[in-house]
Nanobody, 120 residues
Framework: QVQIVESGGGLVQPGGSLSLSCAAS????????MAWYRQDPGKQRELVAL???????NYADSVEGRFTISRDNGKNTVTLQMNSLRPEDTAVYYC??????????????WGQGTQVTVSS
C-alpha cells in the first residue's frame, strides 16, 4: 500500500506564487511517474503537470511557462512550483503517483487534495 502526503497550498493574491509538495511512502519497487491534477467543483479533474522517472515533463497549456514540476527520486517526492498565479488556477490540487512492484504491476495512488485559492 502506498501513502501519499501533500503539503502546501493556501490563499494567494493574483500574480503570486505557491509551492505544493507530495511525498510517497510504502511498499513499492519504484515510482514510474508523478503528477499534479486539479479539480474545480462541477468540473472534471484535469492534468496540470507530469514528470516521468527520467525527468521528462509535460504541462497543461494553461500553466506552461508559469508552473514547474520537479521530483527527487531519492526521497520519492514531487514539487509543483506555481508562479504568476491567476484566479482561474483556483482549485483543489491532487498529487498522483504511479508505482511499480517487483512483478512490474502498476498501481495508482492519489493524495487527499489541497486547496489553492487565488484571489485579491
Amino acid at each position: 500500500q502506498v501513502q501519499i502526503v501533500e503539503s502546501g497550498g493556501g490563499l494567494v493574491q493574483p500574480g503570486g506564487s505557491l509551492s505544493l509538495s507530495c511525498a510517497a511512502s510504502g511498499r513499492f519497487f519504484r515510482i514510474s511517474y508523478m503528477a499534479w491534477y486539479r479539480q474545480d467543483p462541477g468540473k472534471q479533474r484535469e492534468l496540470v503537470a507530469l514528470i516521468t522517472s527520467d525527468y521528462s515533463t509535460n504541462y497543461a497549456d494553461s500553466v506552461e511557462g508559469r508552473f514547474t514540476i520537479s521530483r527527487d527520486n531519492g526521497k520519492n517526492t514531487v514539487t509543483l512550483q506555481m508562479n504568476s498565479l491567476r484566479p482561474e488556477d483556483t482549485a483543489v490540487y491532487y498529487c498522483f503517483v504511479e508505482t511499480v512492484d517487483r512483478l512490474y504491476r502498476r498501481y495508482n495512488s492519489w493524495g487527499q487534495g489541497t486547496q489553492v485559492t487565488v484571489s485579491s
